[in-house]
T-cell receptor, first 116, second 113 residues
Framework: AQTVTQSQPEMSVQEAETVTLSCTYD???????LFWYKQPPSRQMILVIR??????QNATENRFSVNFQKAAKSFSLKISDSQLGDTAMYFC?????????????FGEGTQLTVNP | KAGVTQTPRYLIKTRGQQVTLSCSPI?????VSWYQQTPGQGLQFLFE???????NKGNFPGRFSGRQFSNSRSEMNVSTLELGDSALYLC????????????FGPGTRLTVT
């Protein structure tokens, strides 16, 4: 079974600064995907960024980037130029390779607050 | 393209009753997954349907069931409701083949009294 661990229950950052959220996972799979989702107070779960395990290059989506360390089973999210709208709960999630279907295993979440 | 829709958004039921929640995926998406979110247990996978067949199942009792229709819309049913079933139920859809990203609906907030 896969496990995902987010060791930071809460974090805060000043507007326009950079913050990094940590995530570690445990799996014996070789083919898998990793995701970061954000859940603002509206509770709508929004996909932020994804990473295929077979890709060595770290994924980037505008102000969001990841540091994927496959050997260490680490998948951190960096948010640059933080904005007030980034305030949300952030979940790290794992999915086995697509032949296993779509099943996400989530971490406990990190509540990020961006302060003005 | 319209997003994932879930109905109803809020629901209050009494212990022992049953409830049916509905999810309409993004047009063209064939996979629908259901998750339960509670403060104590976090986000937990219930089941996934793909082309009207259950493809994956989480560790929930048989009171939790689901189905998918030919238009990919999905329903989940919870029978004999317990207080612990109070949760936010999230539905997510994906293309289901080689595109695996899941897109979530706004959720249904179920309260069991």
């Amino acid at each position: 079974a896969q496990t995902v661990t987010q060791s930071q229950p809460e974090m805060s950052v000043q507007e326009a600064e950079t913050v990094t959220l940590s995530c570690t996972y445990d799996t014996s799979e070789s083919n898998y995907y990793l995701f970061w989702y954000k859940q603002p107070p509206s509770r709508q779960m929004i996909l932020v960024i994804r990473q295929e395990a077979y890709k060595q290059q770290n994924a980037t989506e505008n102000r969001f980037s990841v540091n994927f360390q496959k050997a260490a089973k680490s998948f951190s999210l960096k948010i640059s130029d933080s904005q007030l709208g980034d305030t949300a709960m952030y979940f790290c999630a794992f999915m086995k390779g697509e032949t296993s279907g779509s099943r996400l295993t989530f971490g406990e979440g990190t509540q990020l607050t961006v302060n003005p | 393209k319209a997003g994932v829709t879930q109905t109803p958004r809020y629901l209050i039921k009494t212990r022992g009753q049953q409830v049916t929640l509905s999810c309409s995926p993004i047009s063209g998406h064939r996979s629908v997954s259901w998750y339960q979110q509670t403060p104590g247990q976090g986000l937990q996978f219930l089941f996934e349907y793909f082309s009207e067949t259950q493809r994956n199942k989480g560790n929930f009792p048989g009171r939790f069931s689901g189905r998918q229709f030919s238009n990919s819309r999905s329903e989940m049913n919870v029978s004999t409701l317990e207080l612990g079933d109070s949760a936010l139920y999230l539905c997510a859809s994906s293309l289901g083949n080689d595109r695996y990203e899941q897109y979530f609906g706004p959720g249904t907030r179920l309260t069991v009294t």
